[in-house]
Structures are given as structure tokens and as C-alpha cells.
């Protein structure tokens, strides 16, 4: 019995691990990517593919700017924040360098500041 329980918290521990981020941007072309959110706090599973423009456009990226001007006529801007291993790092949502449009409000699930997005290779 004193066997079972570690090897059982090794594999809860490997599985949570293994458990895919649930915000993510993926770029699917040069200038195009989707935005997965796999949150259910925001009710329900989310993918949609966007413009997307890479700072700086080669090298490590420091930013991704999101272009929803069609449906919230803003861009959203994600920063770097961190590193995350097998990707090209985390970013988040920073109110203070994006300002909405005059009469524009941003979506609140890619608007929250709490949230850390995982930017994967295509």
C-alpha cells in the first residue's frame, strides 16, 4: 500500500503537467493566428483566427498585437511576460498599453489582465 500512493501522486502530478494552457495564440500563417481559449469561466470553449502582427517581425518575440477591429474595433496588444517551455513564452493583456477607441469596449475574456496567454509555434 505505501507503494501505490506515490506511484498514484506521480502520475496526478504528471497528468496536470501534462494539461494543454487555456489561453493560447497560435500562429497559423505569417500574419494570421488563432486565439484558443479552453476557459469554461467564460462559458464555453473558444477558437477564432484573427490578423496578428509579431514584435519585433523576426528574432524572440517581445508582443503580439491582435486585430479585432471588426467586431470590438480595437487591437489587443499581449506582452511578454515569461518563459514556458515548449513554446515561445507567456504573455498577458496590459491595460495601460492598450487604450481603447473612443466608443469601443474590449471583450472581457482577451482583455482580462490576469490572464497569461502561451504564445506556440505553429
Known sequence: MTRIIPALAAV?????????PKHQIVFTYEDTCKII???????QANETERHCVREPASGPVQAVTVNFLSETCNAYRYTLTGAREGSEGEFAFKAEENVPNPGCNFIPQYSDVNVRWVLNPQ
Open 12 to 20: 496526478v502530478l504528471l497528468a496536470a503537467c501534462s494539461e494543454p
Open 37 to 43: 481559449i479552453n476557459d469554461l469561466q467564460y462559458g
